[in-house]
């Protein structure tokens, strides 16, 4: 790690997507946060950051919106390349099939697929002129095992696993290392309505994890530690899914 080096979080207000944010200033990165509409998260996170003795500049722009992203990156891009892309950025439409309006398709699959091409295809150019990166995917474990109920947002965590596998072999040549982390149930609002009476017992572990469990092993994966790793799904999910 160089004096500047540089993450960019996306969807990094609140979550995992701020723990990672904290657990990768402690580690030594300066920080791009981008987030869609809370700034006042926003703003803490970056406090916080500062806290640790890095920078952070907040980026707010929608990763589905091509436009958007281009419109935030690119002059920032000129100047500077992140040596870590986080592209944690994501949310769900759950419903069945059944009664799933196009709507709640479409945009399930936009913000995590079309939002990891719009902002890993510009952050990529950095890394191949450096020879250098790593790329983190947060996937989820409805990627891998399915869950009834969440068709949109398991097709959309499977489609991103597939897309870090591909990306992972067509960079490694040029020392861009390619990952996804899988976190089962974890402390966010996406899960603060969850039945825990029901879920907790089909859980090993017996509870549900906390979102600096799952920044640790991607901060492990930011770092030399990680050297020789790629194109590889890490589950961060208590045993819920072997």
Known sequence: MTQNDIALITGGSKGIGAAIARALARDGFDIWLNYRSDHEAAKEVARQVGELGRLCKILPFDVADSGSVKSALAPLLETDSPMVLVNNAGFSRDGLLVWMEEPEWKETLSVHLDGFFFVTKMVLFGMLKRRSGRIINIVSTSGQSGVAGQT?????????????????????????????????????????????????????????GKPEEVAEIVGFLASG??????????????????
Request: glycine content about 10%.
């Open 152 to 208: 949109n947002y398991s097709a959309a965590k499977a489609g991103l696993i597939g897309a870090t596998k591909s990306l992972a072999l067509e960079v490694a040549k040029r020392n861009i290392l390619v990952n996804a982390v899988s976190p089962g149930f974890i402390e966010t609002d996406m899960t603060a309505g969850f039945p825990l009476d029901r879920i907790l017992p089909l859980i090993p572990l017996g509870r549900i």
């Open 225 to 242: 530690k990680a050297s020789y790793i790629t194109g590889q799904v890490f589950s961060v999910n208590g045993g819920v899914y072997l």
